[in-house]
């Protein structure tokens, strides 16, 4: 039984979930619950849960009292796992069952997969398979800024994270990019080299089905590292060791109304989420670690503190690399977006000099659903940044009209904007060519990003009125 075909299994009991009155965003959360406990059975790994707390403790119940059953082993495991992953998996449960008949039919649901097929072609991937699915079902929401893997893996594989070293991603998500950078390290290295010199990993989530989600399939994959259920624009991630990678694709949008502290180690206040997170990969890189940051395109060319962002960023590391993404890559979310690649200098070493930008937008076909991206769309960039991960390899002007030099003299020329452009324009595609519901989506997401630009205002206005 292939991956494709165990998590279609598998998801289609999500349709049991949607009888049972479950909203969408929970459906993962509660499958989770569930395939853990199998999984563990499955892997001999029930050395992990409590006494009472198995799949097979589970289904003793069929003839009667499941659902109660169900509901204090959650609460068991939540509190008395002898290991912390699971004991985080497990962290405030809450099932959103109502009946038990619709339980039962998930757990018979289950059990009734061919497990020793699926350990063998990798849990972890089947796991991965279900996460991508549910993205591919949220029309809006929670899928609207999922990354798409081509993309990641390009990132990754540019970045050629290696052994022994700690790999971030500070707003980790479902752990999409750490996933990839594991699975990068594993073809490159002989499993006896990774078990000498493991990678560490650190993933921080602030939301917590997410954080969920994100432990699970690093469980699943092997991976062992820091995972923090929290904010690392907050103190929340200041015990973390410097990394060697970043890697990360952070919300998009403004920060307004929270009351927990800021940073006070970010030397640009602002209410605006992508430039705090830009400030922390660039901060918190090790002397020679690397990154790569999606960004939406606002933060190339915004005045004020955006600039002086930028300028502050090319002084402290050597920003290297500007890949411009194809629109309408982020399913429902009608923003352009880049990925700034840059390194943070050894002592003696030069920063930002020249910034090569590879222009994949311009006179490109929009990917969305239907027309998808793939691995060979980022193919001619991956050839071009070069071999080098910190993107020091001789480059080619002439190799490739999308791919260009600025020198740093010419950026300062122009304010520090990299918002670089030198292709003319051809024909634009036309807002009706996209589907209606992505159409809609975009203009919901519009006005939520300006509801929430207009409330980070307030909240800066508010704190420089309380400083007075």
């Given at each position: ?6 998590s ?19 459906f993962l959360?509660?499958l ?8 563990a ?5 029930e050395?992990?849960?409590?006494d ?15 659902l109660?059953?169900y509901?204090k ?9 002898p290991?912390h992953?699971?004991r ?7 099932t ?9 039919k998930v757990?018979?649901?289950?059990n ?9 072609d990798?849990?972890?991937a ?13 029309r ?14 390009a990132?990754?594989?540019?970045l ?6 700690t ?5 980790a ?13 594993a ?9 000498k010199?493991p ?8 939301e ?6 994100c ?5 699943l ?8 259920h929290?904010d ?12 060697d ?11 307004a109304?929270?009351?927990?502290a ?11 989420k992508?430039?705090?997170f ?27 503190v ?13 920003v290297h690399?500007?890949l ?7 399913y429902a ?37 239907g ?6 769309v ?13 993107g020091r390899?001789?480059?080619?002007g002439?190799a490739?009209?999308?791919f ?16 670089l ?8 595609e036309?807002?009706?060519?996209r ?7 975009a ?21 420089v009125?309380?400083?007075?």
């Open positions: 039984m292939s991956i494709p075909v165990v279609k299994r598998i998801w289609s009991l999500c349709h049991v979930l949607r009888d049972d009155g479950i909203v969408f965003h929970k959360s509660e989770t619950y569930l395939l853990f406990l199998k999984i059975e499955e892997t001999g790994r050395d992990l849960l409590p009472g707390c198995r799949w097979t403790d589970l289904t003793a119940h069929q003839d009667g009292g499941m109660g059953y509901r082993m959650l609460t068991i495991l939540g509190e008395d796992s290991d992953v699971v985080e998996i497990f962290r405030f449960p809450t959103v069952f109502n009946h038990e008949e619709n339980l039962r757990v018979d649901g289950i009734a997969i061919d497990w020793h097929e699926a350990k063998s990798g849990l972890g089947v796991y991965e398979s279900l996460l991508q699915r549910s993205v591919a079902e949220a809006s929401g929670a899928g609207q800024y999922f990354t798409p893997r081509p993309l990641v893996d990132m990754v594989s540019v050629q994270p290696g052994l022994g070293e790999i971030q991603d500070p707003a998500g479902t752990a999409g990019f750490l996933i990839s950078a594991q699975e990068y390290i073809c490159k290295h002989p499993e006896v080299a990774r078990k010199k990678p560490h990993y650190q993933a921080v989530e602030i917590g089905d997410t954080y969920r989600l432990l699970m399939n690093m469980f994959h092997g991976m062992e590292g820091e995972f923090i929290g690392a624009l907050t103190d929340d991630a200041a015990a973390l060791k410097a990394p990678v970043i890697v990360a694709n952070p919300p998009f949008g403004s920060s109304g929270g009351a927990r800021r940073r006070s180690d970010l030397p640009f206040p602002t209410s605006n992508q430039l705090l830009l400030q922390h990969i660039y901060l918190a890189l090790k002397p020679g670690g690397r990154a790569a940051v999606v960004l939406p395109d606002n933060v190339l060319f915004e005045e004020g955006g600039r002086r962002v930028r300028t502050h960023l090319m002084e402290t590391c050597d690399t500007l411009r993404l194809p629109n309408g890559i982020f979310a009608d923003v352009k977006t880049s990925v700034l690649f840059f390194c943070r200098p050894r002592h003696g070493e030069a920063a930002t000099q020249r910034i090569w930008v590879y222009d994949m937008r311009t006179n490109m076909q929009r990917f969305r659903k027309r998808n991206l793939t691995n060979e980022f193919a001619d960039f991956v050839r071009l940044y070069g071999p080098d991960p910190l390899s001789p480059r080619d002439a490739d009209p999308r260009r030099e600025f020198h740093r003299d010419e950026i300062a020329e122009r304010h520090d904007n990299l918002d452009r030198w292709l003319s324009e051809g024909r634009r036309e807002l009706d060519e589907e209606p519901e992505e159409i809609l989506a203009l919901v997401q519009t006005l939520k990003s300006a509801l929430g630009d207009v409330e980070g205002i307030a909240s800066d206005l508010d704190r009125l309380d400083a007075d």
